[in-house]
């Protein structure tokens, strides 16, 4: 196919939003009318999953195609397998043809947008001891101070002096309204330097183009009228709320992701979450924003667009908060995937599992780029044309089972700084693996440093009750599935897996 009958392909990635947020999957107080029309417009995978639920190795996943064990980036701030350094989606899209940009958050580390592909490059975070800050972008925060905001000298998130005695208030802790206002905040100053960035691409040829935001990631604060706009009366706590922490292993009891949030009470809970869902409106509005500039530019019906999230929030689901190696449960591994195709008709829902690994071959076959091989990752273009490529009658299928790896090293993500770390120098118990697998109906966890668990999500999709000790011939069915996927990185695990 020439590059002049190629589609651009837009990818909106948000940063900590899980699958429940939006209207269209039911949440009631969730204000998200520009994502929900794009769920009518295009494909919606109801079950699409991160590989990881931090940052890093998730974004590393998207770009790469690949597992994190593979990638090596297992862990926030460990550096890029050196292999992969000068290659990945924008990359591809390049080599045939296609203009390419980047705005917004990376946290891909070990490497740079420039050298993985992307010609231009705006609202880049700055590396600060060979950590990419998110939100800390430099040209943002001259933008903000030029408008009179003071912020706290280095400080990663943008805040000012009040920002930061709003989250430390014992009546309302760890949320609240920023002193930035909606016009200057960072979402919407991002969506301007991407309206710049889609300006100064050529008009002869094709493009992909990347708007990585960073809410609703924390902190909790949202800009008016966000911080007010959920209506706290609709906002559903998980169910899992009420049987609490007491259910899950004792590295999740006493983490911080339990012990940060236990002044929290049922109102304090509901307002948390109101203000999450805040900043998911804000991010929506933002989506809204962009679909406008393609339609004002006439590019919208030649346009690829996805939306997708890099891992999800356990927002109160056991009485949890935020994400990362501890937590690979539904709300933290759980992510949207809204894929619309130009030509192909919308509101269709798929039910079969994806992982995020599976959204660059997805949208290289859709543009009709070439494919490389040796990918982790699969096309499931076919979920969403419904057309078959080998000519044979069985429908188009998902995978049978995803999963998600990560590894807390013995020196914790704090203490690393972008380098690399091969990870089959893994050594436990001195360092420490977490899996999961999750399939059509259940979800198992191998934890090397606490007790494993397993839930049956037909019955229990809040996974409160575990069922490894009711269960033990669908346990050694799942160990076996996670010692096949891991062997050829961690022999040892595998071995330790079907020891079991």
Request: proline share 7%.
């Amino acid at each position: 196919m020439s590059t002049a009958r190629r589609p651009n392909v837009l990818v909106v990635m948000s940063d900590e939003q899980s699958w429940n947020t939006l209207g269209v999957n039911g949440n009631p107080a969730s204000r998200t009318p520009h994502l929900d029309a794009l769920a009518a417009d295009g494909t919606q995978f109801d079950r699409a999953y991160t590989p990881f639920a931090l940052c890093c190795p998730s974004r590393t996943s998207l770009h790469t195609a690949m597992m994190p064990r593979h990638h090596h980036v297992l862990g926030n701030w460990r550096g890029i397998n050196p292999a992969l350094r000068s290659t990945g989606l924008a990359r591809w899209f390049a080599d045939a043809g296609h203009h390419t940009f980047h705005v917004g958050k990376w946290h891909v580390p070990g490497t740079t947008p420039a050298r993985m592909g992307f010609a231009d490059q705006r609202a880049t975070p700055a590396v600060l001891d060979g950590k990419d800050r998110g939100r800390y972008i430099t040209e943002y925060r001259e933008h903000v101070t030029a408008r009179g905001y003071e912020l706290v000298p280095d400080h990663i998130e943008n805040l000012t002096a009040a920002d930061v005695a709003t989250l430390a208030d014992p009546a309302s802790p760890h949320r609240g309204r920023s002193e930035v206002a909606v016009e200057d905040y960072l979402e919407v100053w991002q969506t301007e330097q991407f309206a710049d960035a889609l300006a100064a691409a050529p008009t002869d040829r094709p493009w992909f183009g990347v708007c990585s935001y960073n809410a609703p990631h924390f902190p909790l604060l949202a800009p008016a009228p966000y911080d007010t706009m959920i209506n706290r009366d609709e906002v559903q706590l998980p169910a899992s709320w009420d049987s609490g922490v007491e259910t899950r292993p004792a590295e999740v009891q006493r983490s911080k992701f339990a012990t940060k949030y236990a002044d929290l009470d049922h109102a304090g809970w509901v307002d948390a979450v109101a203000h999450y869902l805040g900043l998911v409106a804000l991010v929506d509005d933002q989506v809204g924003r962009l679909v406008a500039m393609l339609a004002e530019r006439g590019e919208l019906d030649n346009t690829i667009i996805v939306f997708t999230s890099d891992h999800g929030d356990m927002m109160g689901a056991h009485r949890l908060m935020e994400k990362g190696h501890l937590l690979p449960y539904e709300e933290a591994t759980h992510i949207p995937l809204l894929i619309k195709v130009p030509g192909v008709t919308g509101g269709q829902r798929s039910s079969e599992l994806v992982s995020m690994i599976d959204v660059a071959p997805t949208l290289l076959e859709l543009a009709g780029v070439d494919v490389p091989p040796g990918l982790d990752g699969r096309s499931m273009a076919q979920l969403i044309t419904g057309q078959g490529t080998d000519n044979d009658a069985t429908p188009p299928t998902g995978r049978r089972h995803v999963m998600t790896e990560s590894v807390l090293w013995s020196h914790d993500s704090e203490d690393a700084h972008g380098e690399h770390l091969d990870p089959t120098t893994l050594r436990l118990p001195r360092d420490a693996i977490n899996l999961s697998v999750r399939d059509h109906r259940y979800r198992y966890i191998h934890r090397s440093d606490d007790r494993e668990e397993l839930y049956d999500l037909r019955t229990d999709p809040g996974e409160v009750h575990d069922v490894s000790a009711d269960q033990p011939e669908v346990v050694r069915a799942h160990r076996s599935l996670l010692a096949a996927e891991v062997a050829d990185t961690w022999p040892a695990v595998a071995a330790t897996l079907s020891g079991h």
